[in-house]
C-alpha cells in the first residue's frame, strides 16, 4: 500500500558493504526476497498496532492503502510516514 517512487533498495553498494561472497546464482533471489517478505510482514503488523492505538480502532480494522493507514469504512487515516 505504499507508492513504489517512496521506496529505496540499495544492493552491492561496497560503500554500504565492505566485503561480499557474490550472490552465487539464483539463490540471493530465493533467500533474499524471502527474508524480504517476512521483514515486510513484520513492518506491516506493527504498523497496523501503532495505527491501532493512534487512531483509536482494532488492528483488524486497519489497512494500508494508497500511502496512508487508515480504519476500513471510516475517513479516520495517517499518512505511513507519520505511523514510521
Not at 561480499?20 to 533467500?31: D, E, L
Not at 515486510?40 to 506493527?46: G, T
Not at 501503532?50 to 499518512?79: C, F, M, W, Y
Amino acid at each position: 500500500g505504499v507508492p513504489l517512487d517512496s521506496i529505496s533498495i540499495v544492493h552491492g553498494d561496497t560503500d554500504k558493504v565492505q566485503m561480499g561472497m557474490g550472490t552465487y546464482g539464483s539463490r540471493s533471489g530465493a533467500v533474499g526476497m524471502s527474508a524480504v517478505v517476512k521483514a515486510m510482514d513484520k513492518v506491516e503488523a506493527k504498523a497496523k498496532k501503532i495505527a491501532a492505538h493512534l487512531l483509536e480502532a482494532d488492528e483488524a480494522d486497519i489497512e494500508i492503502k494508497d500511502g496512508n493507514v487508515r480504519v476500513a469504512g471510516t475517513d479516520k487515516s495517517l499518512p505511513w510516514f507519520q505511523v514510521a
